[in-house]
């Protein structure tokens, strides 16, 4: 009786030790994948209007991003040496938005991400923030 309940527990602490050791495995290597898509932008906001991107309404270009596209909510102008056009980002402070790297910027240059807003009031209130980008992988 004895020895079985010693057995029974070298079994359990060796159980519990294995189980630790995994645990410790997979937060290392969370921690060094995410170190590898997961850096510090600064990010500012701009919007479509004359002040942000030089063009009037009239213009058949307004409000169109660098990937031919329409900016809207979710659009973000990046460094292209940084990230290709067409990534997806996700950002801190937004976790329920799935942004496109679909534009670009002459002050947008290195470490830099460029939010897109409906208005310049809103890309104002935004201000500059140190934000951690995400680059989501395709699956
Ligand atoms: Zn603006």
Same mark, same amino acid.
């Given at each position: ?23 410790? +495995?997979? &937060?290392? =290597?969370?921690?060094? #994948? ?5 850096? %510090? !932008?600064? @990010? ?38 940084? +990230?290709? &056009?067409? =990534?997806?980002?996700? #950002? ?5 938005? %799935? !942004?496109? @790297? ?38």
């Amino acid at each position: 009786m004895k020895i079985s309940k010693k057995t029974a527990f070298i079994l359990i602490k060796n159980a519990v030790l294995s189980f630790i050791v995994f645990i410790v +495995i997979s &937060l290392l =290597s969370m921690t060094i #994948i995410d170190s590898m898509q997961a850096e %510090v !932008f600064t @990010a500012t906001a701009y919007c479509s209007c004359k002040k942000c991107c030089d063009k009037e309404p009239s213009n058949k270009w307004y409000g169109i991003t660098a990937s031919g596209r329409q900016a809207k909510w979710g659009t973000v102008a990046v460094d292209r040496r940084h +990230i290709k &056009l067409g =990534s997806r980002l996700r #950002i801190e402070g937004f976790p329920d938005t %799935v !942004f496109r @790297a679909d534009d670009v910027g002459g002050a947008i240059k290195g470490k830099r991400i460029d939010l897109w807003f409906p208005s310049h009031r809103k890309a104002l209130e935004f201000g500059r923030k140190k934000l951690v980008v995400e680059l989501v992988s395709d699956l």
